[in-house]
Nanobody
Framework: QVQLVESGGGLVQAGGSLRLSCAAS????????VGWFRQAPGKEREFVAL????????FYADSLKGRFTISRDYAKSTVYLQMNNLKPEDTAVYYC??????????????WGQGTQVSVSS
C-alpha cells in the first residue's frame, strides 16, 4: 500500500545533471525496496538502480554505475536519483517502483507515472 509520484525530469545538455524525486505516501514506506527504471521509445523497460529498506544497500545497472546515485530520505518519504554526466542515450521516461522483495521487474507491484528526461547533444 504505497503511492509513488515522480518529479524532476526535464531537458538537459550532455554532460549535465538532474535529480529525480520519487515521493511516497503511506506510513509503510520503510517496508519496501524502491527502484528506478527507464524506458525509451521502442525499447523494453530496464533497471537503473535500487535502494533497500534500510537505505544502506544500493545496486546499479553496470553501465550506469559511477554516474547515477540512488538514496532515500525517510523524513520526507522520498527516494532520489542523482544523475550526473548525462548522455543522449539516457533519454527516456524514468519510473520509480516499490517492491516487497526486490528482484526482477515483475516483483515491483507499485509504480509511479514516470517523468521524462531528455538529453541533447
Amino acid at each position: 500500500q504505497v503511492q509513488l509520484v515522480e518529479s524532476g525530469g526535464g531537458l538537459v545538455q550532455a554532460g549535465g545533471s538532474l535529480r529525480l524525486s520519487c515521493a511516497a505516501s503511506g506510513r509503510t514506506f520503510s517496508n519496501y525496496v524502491v527502484g528506478w527504471f527507464r524506458q525509451a521509445p521502442g525499447k523494453e523497460r530496464e533497471f537503473v538502480a535500487l535502494v533497500d529498506r534500510t537505505g544502506g544497500n544500493t545496486f546499479y545497472a553496470d553501465s550506469l554505475k559511477g554516474r547515477f546515485t540512488i538514496s532515500r530520505d525517510y523524513a520526507k518519504s522520498t527516494v532520489y536519483l542523482q544523475m550526473n554526466n548525462l548522455k543522449p542515450e539516457d533519454t527516456a521516461v524514468y519510473y520509480c517502483a516499490a517492491s516487497e522483495t526486490g528482484g526482477a521487474i515483475e516483483d515491483y507491484s507499485y509504480w509511479g507515472q514516470g517523468t521524462q528526461v531528455s538529453v541533447s547533444s
